[in-house]
């Protein structure tokens, strides 16, 4: 059974820095390529919206809210994709999500959530 399981999250103190990981698991994405690769991030009482992507062939795009502040890694080989921040404010608080398709397939793989909770 596919399984996507990210880390990382919990109390930050703002200033801090943010490191998620996200792992896949599943006889499929050891048979298959892994495609493109995300994190998204819901933040309390707001939809869930794109925060990074990093494609296959290492073609990266940030969401403009970012600012370049973020920044997205992937091990393909491991099947893992990573996010990245420095100095975090109170509106990084929010619940992270990484994504994951089958290189070739349309079919969205998503992890839990991982909650950041910045404090003051």
């Known amino acids: 059974q596919a399984q996507l399981v990210d880390t990382g999250g919990g109390l930050v103190q703002a200033g801090g820095s943010l490191n998620l990981s996200c792992v896949a698991s599943?006889?499929?994405?050891?048979?298959?390529?892994?495609?493109?690769t995300g994190w998204y991030r819901q933040a309390p009482g707001q939809q869930r919206v794109l925060v990074a992507t990093?494609?296959?062939?290492?073609?990266?795009k940030y969401a403009d809210f970012v600012k370049c502040q973020y920044t997205i890694s992937r091990d393909s080989a491991k099947k893992m994709v990573h996010l990245q921040k420095n100095s975090l404010k109170h509106e990084g608080t929010a619940v992270y999500y990484c994504?994951?398709?089958?290189?070739?397939?349309?079919?969205?793989?998503w992890g839990q959530g991982t909650l950041v909770t910045v404090s003051s």
């Open positions: 994504n994951e398709k089958l290189a070739g397939q349309e079919k969205d793989y």
């Open positions: 599943g006889s499929i994405f050891s048979t298959f390529i892994l495609g493109p």
């Open positions: 990093k494609g296959r062939f290492g073609v990266t």
